[in-house]
Nanobody, 127 residues
Framework: QVQLVESGGGLVQAGGSLRLSCAAS???????????TGWFRHAPGKEREFVAA????????YYADSVKGRFTISRDNAKNTEYLQMNSLKPEDTAVYYC?????????????????WGQGTQVTVSS
């Protein structure tokens, strides 16, 4: 069974920081560096939005303009885990954050290109 489990969400004041984690388990992730991964978010009344992505070995990263310079995506393949460090948080960052993985090393900004999804973790930024 393939599983992606997020953790680290919560309530934080504007300007604060949070670190999200996403642990991958299951046969598909036995060689985790073959799976590119990413983070998306979904706010009420809006469509699911790309946040960041990273290639399987972590050599390349890509960010949405809205988070560039504030968020950092990374991964530890020995632990089958990816991370999203979020700094200088703004109220407009409030959303449910989802991690996702692909059966390829190449990253994508499109939700439809991802094969596996976590259950989501709520991030709320108060003003």
């Amino acid at each position: 069974q393939v599983q992606l489990v997020e953790s680290g969400g919560g309530l934080v004041q504007a300007g604060g920081s949070l670190r999200l984690s996403c642990a991958a388990s299951g046969r598909t992730f036995s060689t985790f560096n073959r799976n590119s991964t990413g983070w998306f978010r979904h706010a009420p009344g809006k469509e699911r939005e790309f946040v960041a992505a990273i290639t399987g070995r972590g050599w390349s990263t890509y960010y949405a303009d809205s988070v560039k310079g504030r968020f950092t995506i990374s991964r530890d393949n020995a632990k089958n885990t990816e991370y999203l460090q979020m700094n200088s948080l703004k109220p407009e960052d409030t959303a449910v954050y989802y991690c996702a993985a692909r059966d390829t090393n190449y990253y994508s900004t499109l939700p439809r290109d991802y094969d596996y999804w976590g259950q989501g973790t709520q991030v709320t930024v108060s003003s």
